[in-house]
């Protein structure tokens, strides 16, 4: 499938068909950003986005499991791959985690990350390990624009892979992964705390109203008074009067409902999202761990064993504080249901006539009231909720030192087990214990060492070679494109062309032509060519290659504008390219050489073995960038028009014309497709 991407000035990127049909699009929500490039990825599974601020990847509609021709077929298979089992190889891929259960979205609340309020965002992420992908790993490299006129060519050699081998994908895809599963869970975490604080607020509200009367009245507290009526029954004036006239049925179902829901929100956070979270973490933690133990010694990862060991034993107290908060919740939910069940059989009874016969018929109804389970919840959440310790969301009492977690020596999982096995006591322990944003914390400090050691690692492994000034041109025409040589002697060796349009005052396309021999993942420039295309009329707007063979140039003229393309390479069928010379940019200057190709692009017996396209004269728009993409026997060309609104798409491989000019009949693209 052919598509197209492209930016407008608001932010947003569309993909559309060939036809100008939108496919899909991607918003920018922030409103303020102006994309500045828009790269598709080689093998076509994804694009690149570079905004005026940042780097943007987006990953909700693009996966690395498939291409963009699966995912609008939903026919079309991968075939199997025909290699030779490699046992080892298969043992150090295999997908473990593709047999768990998938995660579940969270709600969009409002929320700042809402990467993970989607199904499809959430595939995306967490997809399962393909064949292809593991033979592969993504590397994005960020230029920094400066103020220089001057264009130089900087070598860049990655050692990295070469140095980690087959298991730089591995380390990549698990560390990307672990990376975001820390968010995910850091956002489940979020999403707790705020509908823990939402299920305390309103019950507090009520509560308050009444305790200010009782303190007044009878010097007591509302949870003593509410303990004196369920073991005596007897009910102070005061609260009948709270029960009666402020509560009523009605506040009794938003206070019934505000717990229940808060208490079942909690469970479900935690058993469908954070402890699945936690399992999947602990898996590529370990996976980790074994690359960092079992790894070959001329490897290098950058992984640290002890590092790892201690991220476990932070997860391992993150699961068994986990599994506190779901039994705390149920425990608490238990109980509040025979509160509730008891609160509104009394607002029943306070509520009714005190004749004789009401009385005995509210005393002969059975209510099947628990009375040790509202005795519980009324001296224990009541009061202060246990979930308040496992947040740590208690106020820190004068003079109790917190509880530093990177500080302890020790095992992290002993001392908080043996911490939440002792009784609990009114008073404030001796340390306070670390909540559950707390554990996160550290794990995400713990990550980022990790992290940083990879990094850091594989920074070692990149060399950057000397510059290498090609002189001034025009930086917004600009394009290269790596040959490698096929020739048995030419083993280890590629040539890097790169083309370089005219400035305004020149009339000369300079190519270049950098010979590269690599060995032990350092490469080396042997030398540098040049050769020269002079423009006679007209000025060349851009210059993209086409393949390994042809370039192409769009020109415009006074009236009219054309599409030339040029061989640029001696090839091995003889035909004749550009002769190139020996390069020094502090000798040569324009037209000093005698490798150059003189063309008038506006003379038809001049140019008619390089046209391409002809706009015609008069025409309403003229080009003013080109964009070649395809592949071998399918390649097509975007032209986009001088007012950046409008594009038409030709194909490269259209047939020859009776006259012998190479056209490009076939259009395509909508004649005046909008770029929206």
């Excluded at 828009?38 to 780097?55: C, E, R, S, Y």
């Excluded at 990862?301 to 997860?315: A, H, I, M, P, R």
């Excluded at 340390?431 to 990550?447: F, N, R, S």
């Amino acid at each position: 499938m052919d598509l197209i991407a492209s930016g407008a000035v608001d932010g947003q990127v569309s993909v559309n068909r060939l036809n100008g049909q939108k496919v899909f699009s991607v918003n920018n929500k922030m409103g303020t950003a102006v994309v500045k490039g828009i790269v598709w990825k080689p093998n076509g599974w994804g694009i690149n986005l570079v905004d005026a601020d940042t780097l943007q990847i987006p990953r909700d509609k693009l996966g690395r499991e498939a291409s963009l021709d699966d995912l609008f077929s939903p026919g079309a298979k991968r075939s199997a791959s025909d290699s030779p089992p490699d046992l080892p190889r298969d043992l150090a891929f295999l997908d473990v985690e593709a047999l768990l259960p998938r995660l579940s979205s969270l709600s969009s609340g409002g929320v700042e990350d809402e990467v993970f309020d989607s199904r499809m965002s959430l595939d995306t992420l967490f997809q399962p390990e393909s064949k292809v992908a593991n033979d592969s790993a993504d590397l994005l490299v960020i230029g920094f624009e400066d103020d220089g006129e001057t264009l130089c060519m900087t070598p860049l050699d990655l050692r990295l892979i070469s140095s980690t081998g087959r298991y730089l994908s591995l380390l990549a895809s698990k560390s990307t992964r672990l990376h975001n599963l820390l968010r995910y869970m850091q956002q489940v975490q979020k999403q707790i705390y705020s509908e823990f604080k939402a299920s305390q607020d309103l019950p507090r509200r009520f509560v308050r109203n009444v305790e200010e009367t009782l303190q007044e009245t009878h010097d007591c507290t509302w949870t003593q008074a509410a303990y004196h009526t369920v073991v005596t029954g007897h009910c102070f004036p005061q609260v009948k009067e709270w029960l009666v006239e402020e509560l009523g049925e009605r506040g009794h179902k938003r206070w019934e409902k505000a717990a229940t829901t808060g208490y079942e929100t909690i469970r479900r956070l935690t058993h469908e999202n954070l402890l699945p979270a936690l399992e999947r973490f602990t898996i590529l933690v370990s996976r980790l761990r074994g690359l960092s133990k079992f790894q070959n010694s001329k490897a290098s990862f950058g992984l640290s064993t002890q590092e790892l060991d201690n991220v476990l034993d932070t997860v391992s107290c993150l699961q068994l504080l986990t599994h506190h908060v779901l039994i705390t919740a149920s425990s608490e939910l238990s109980q509040f249901s025979a509160f509730s069940a008891w609160l509104r059989q009394e607002i029943e009874t306070q509520s009714t006539d005190t004749s004789a016969s009401t009385a005995q018929e509210m005393n002969e109804r059975d209510p099947h009231i628990d009375h040790a389970s509202t005795l519980e919840y009324i001296q224990g959440a009541m009061k202060q909720s246990r979930l308040v310790d496992l947040f740590n969301l208690a106020e820190t009492a004068d003079g109790q030192p917190q509880w530093d977690i990177a500080a302890e020596g020790r095992s992290l999982y002993d001392l908080y087990k043996r911490e939440l096995r002792r009784p609990s006591k009114p008073n404030f322990p001796e340390k306070q214990l670390p909540g559950l944003d707390a554990l996160l914390a550290h794990l995400d400090m713990q990550c980022s060492a990790v992290f940083h050691g990879i990094a850091e690692t594989q920074t070692r492994n990149i060399r950057f070679g000397s510059n290498i000034c090609l002189g001034k041109g025009n930086t917004e025409c600009i394009d290269m494109r790596m040959v490698l040589e096929k020739d048995v002697s030419e083993m280890g060796r590629s040539n890097l062309y790169t083309v370089i349009g005219p400035s305004q005052e020149a009339k000369y396309v300079s190519l270049f032509k950098l010979e590269i021999v690599i060995e032990n993942g350092i490469s080396t420039t042997v030398s540098v060519q040049r050769a020269l295309v002079h423009i006679l009329s007209g000025f060349v707007q851009d210059a993209k290659f086409e393949d390994d063979e042809k370039l192409m140039l769009a020109v415009k003229g006074e009236s009219s504008s054309k599409l030339l393309s040029i061989n640029y390479r001696r090839m091995e069928h003889g035909a004749q390219g550009l002769i190139y010379e020996d390069f020094d940019n502090a000798r040569h200057k324009h037209g000093d050489s005698s490798s150059v190709l003189t063309l008038n692009p506006f003379d038809a017996g001049d140019i008619s073995q390089y046209s391409q396209h002809t706009f015609p004269a008069g025409a309403t728009w003229a080009p003013e960038r080109l964009q070649i993409g395809g592949r071998k026997g399918r390649r097509a060309v975007c032209v986009l028009a001088q007012d950046k609104l409008r594009y038409r798409v030709y194909d490269l491989h259209s047939s020859i014309t009776d006259s012998g000019e190479e056209a490009l009949p076939t259009d395509l693209g909508s004649e005046d497709a909008i770029m929206t």
